[in-house]
C-alpha cells in the first residue's frame, strides 16, 4: 500500500516555528473564570491580536518571504488581501529589506490600508464583487518579475500560520478541543496538522460567519463550493471558496465548522473588551462567539481558541460594539 506525503506537514511546521523565533512574538495566552464559567469548560485563548501586524498572518507570510532566493527578494513581492495578510506582507518585506507590491479591495478598512502603506508597501485597489484579485496579482507580479504570496495558497505560509497552536499546546499542553476562524483556510489547515501531529483525538472546529459558510458548504459536500461573496462584518472571512491547497487538508483533518451571526460576532468583541480588557476585530473574534452563543455545542473540558487579529479601528469599533447595533 502506497501512501501521499500530505502538503503540509506537522516538521513542517516546526520548522517554520524555529525560522519565525525571535521574529514573529509569542504572543499570550489569557485566561478568565468568567468565560469558563460562563461555557462550562477551561477555555485557553491564544491571543493573536498581540502578534506583530496584530494579526497570525505574519508568522505565514515571513516563513513564505524568508525562504525567497536573493535574486527574488531583490526584484520584489506581490500579495493580495483585504488587510492583514497586507500588512503582513509589507512588514515581511521591510524586514528582509524588499519591497511589496499589495492589491486589496477598495472597501477594505482605512486602518489595515494606511497599515501596509506604513509598512513600506504600494498598494492596487480592486472592488472586490466584481475584479479578480488573483488575476490582478500575477498580471503585476508577471510585468515586473514579483514573486506572489498569496493569504493561504502556499505551503509554507501555512506552515507559519500552524506555529500559533503549537506554541500554544506546547504551553498549555493537551486540549481537548481547537476553535480558529476559517476564512480561506490557511490558519485552520497549519492548525489542524500542529494539533493533530501533536494529539491525534484533539477535535478541531472552524468558525464561519454565517453569510460566508463556503467551508461548510465543500466539506459536507466533499469539494470545492463557491458562494456569492458574501456581506458580513468579519471582513477577513469574506470569501466566495475554501483554498484548493487548504481545502485538500481540512477535510482530512477538520472535524467541523460551525458559523455564528454577526450580532454574535459583536457581542463577542463586546465581551473580550469589557470582560478580557483585549480588542479583538470580527474576524478574530468568530471562535468565541461560537462559545458564548453555544453554537459550537457541548464543549469538552479544556479548550483552546485562537483570536486570530486585532485590527479594527477605533471608530468602527465603537460602532460593532455599541449596545444599539
Do not use: W
Given at each position: 500500500?502506497?501512501?501521499?506525503?500530505?502538503?503540509v506537514t506537522f516538521d513542517d511546521v516546526r520548522d517554520a516555528a524555529a525560522r519565525l523565533k525571535g521574529v514573529a512574538h509569542r504572543t499570550p495566552v489569557l485566561r478568565s473564570r468568567t468565560l469558563d464559567a460562563l461555557v462550562g469548560?477551561?477555555?485557553?485563548?491564544?491571543?493573536?491580536?498581540?502578534?506583530?501586524?496584530?494579526?497570525?498572518?505574519?508568522?505565514?507570510?515571513?516563513?513564505?518571504?524568508?525562504?525567497?532566493?536573493?535574486?527574488?527578494?531583490?526584484?520584489?513581492?506581490?500579495?493580495?488581501?483585504?488587510?492583514?495578510?497586507?500588512?503582513?506582507?509589507?512588514?515581511?518585506?521591510?524586514?528582509?529589506?524588499?519591497?511589496?507590491?499589495?492589491?486589496?479591495?477598495?472597501?477594505?478598512?482605512?486602518?489595515?490600508?494606511?497599515?501596509?502603506?506604513?509598512?513600506?508597501?504600494?498598494?492596487?485597489?480592486?472592488?472586490?464583487?466584481?475584479?479578480?484579485?488573483?488575476?490582478?496579482?500575477?498580471?503585476?507580479?508577471?510585468?515586473?518579475?514579483?514573486?506572489?504570496?498569496?493569504?493561504?495558497?502556499?505551503?509554507h505560509v501555512i506552515a507559519g500560520q500552524g506555529t500559533a497552536a503549537l506554541e500554544l499546546l506546547e504551553e498549555v499542553g493537551e486540549l481537548d478541543a481547537l476553535l480558529t476562524p476559517v476564512g480561506g483556510g490557511g490558519l485552520i489547515a497549519g492548525s489542524a496538522t500542529a494539533a493533530k501531529g501533536l494529539y491525534t483525538d484533539l477535535r478541531v472546529i472552524g468558525?464561519?460567519?454565517?453569510?460566508?459558510?463556503?467551508?461548510?458548504?465543500?466539506?459536507?459536500?466533499?469539494?470545492?463550493?463557491?458562494i456569492p461573496v458574501p456581506h458580513t462584518i468579519a471582513d477577513g472571512q469574506a470569501l466566495h471558496t475554501p483554498g484548493e491547497l487548504t481545502f485538500s487538508l481540512n477535510r482530512l483533518l477538520v472535524d467541523a465548522v460551525t458559523l455564528v451571526s454577526d450580532d454574535e460576532i459583536r457581542q463577542a468583541m463586546r465581551f473580550a473588551f469589557e470582560r478580557l480588557k483585549i480588542v479583538v476585530e470580527p474576524s478574530g473574534a468568530t471562535p468565541l462567539a461560537a462559545l458564548l452563543s453555544g453554537r459550537a455545542g457541548p464543549l469538552p473540558r479544556r479548550v483552546g481558541v485562537i483570536i486570530s487579529g486585532g485590527n479594527v479601528d477605533a471608530d468602527r469599533f465603537a460602532r460593532l460594539c455599541a449596545r444599539e447595533s
Amino acid at each position: 500500500m502506497t501512501t501521499t506525503t500530505p502538503p503540509v506537514t506537522f516538521d513542517d511546521v516546526r520548522d517554520a516555528a524555529a525560522r519565525l523565533k525571535g521574529v514573529a512574538h509569542r504572543t499570550p495566552v489569557l485566561r478568565s473564570r468568567t468565560l469558563d464559567a460562563l461555557v462550562g469548560a477551561e477555555v485557553f485563548l491564544k491571543c493573536e491580536n498581540f502578534q506583530r501586524v496584530g494579526a497570525f498572518k505574519f508568522r505565514g507570510a515571513y516563513n513564505a518571504a524568508s525562504r525567497l532566493t536573493p535574486e527574488q527578494l531583490a526584484r520584489g513581492i506581490a500579495a493580495y488581501s483585504s488587510g492583514n495578510h497586507a500588512q503582513a506582507v509589507a512588514l515581511a518585506a521591510r524586514e528582509l529589506g524588499t519591497s511589496a507590491v499589495i492589491v486589496m479591495p477598495d472597501d477594505a478598512p482605512a486602518s489595515k490600508r494606511e497599515a501596509t502603506a506604513g509598512y513600506g508597501a504600494e498598494i492596487v485597489t480592486y472592488d472586490r464583487y466584481t475584479g479578480d484579485r488573483v488575476a490582478i496579482a500575477e498580471s503585476l507580479a508577471a510585468e515586473r518579475g514579483l514573486a506572489i504570496i498569496p493569504p493561504y495558497e502556499h505551503p509554507h505560509v501555512i506552515a507559519g500560520q500552524g506555529t500559533a497552536a503549537l506554541e500554544l499546546l506546547e504551553e498549555v499542553g493537551e486540549l481537548d478541543a481547537l476553535l480558529t476562524p476559517v476564512g480561506g483556510g490557511g490558519l485552520i489547515a497549519g492548525s489542524a496538522t500542529a494539533a493533530k501531529g501533536l494529539y491525534t483525538d484533539l477535535r478541531v472546529i472552524g468558525v464561519e460567519p454565517e453569510a460566508g459558510d463556503d467551508t461548510k458548504r465543500s466539506l459536507e459536500a466533499g469539494r470545492r463550493i463557491e458562494i456569492p461573496v458574501p456581506h458580513t462584518i468579519a471582513d477577513g472571512q469574506a470569501l466566495h471558496t475554501p483554498g484548493e491547497l487548504t481545502f485538500s487538508l481540512n477535510r482530512l483533518l477538520v472535524d467541523a465548522v460551525t458559523l455564528v451571526s454577526d450580532d454574535e460576532i459583536r457581542q463577542a468583541m463586546r465581551f473580550a473588551f469589557e470582560r478580557l480588557k483585549i480588542v479583538v476585530e470580527p474576524s478574530g473574534a468568530t471562535p468565541l462567539a461560537a462559545l458564548l452563543s453555544g453554537r459550537a455545542g457541548p464543549l469538552p473540558r479544556r479548550v483552546g481558541v485562537i483570536i486570530s487579529g486585532g485590527n479594527v479601528d477605533a471608530d468602527r469599533f465603537a460602532r460593532l460594539c455599541a449596545r444599539e447595533s
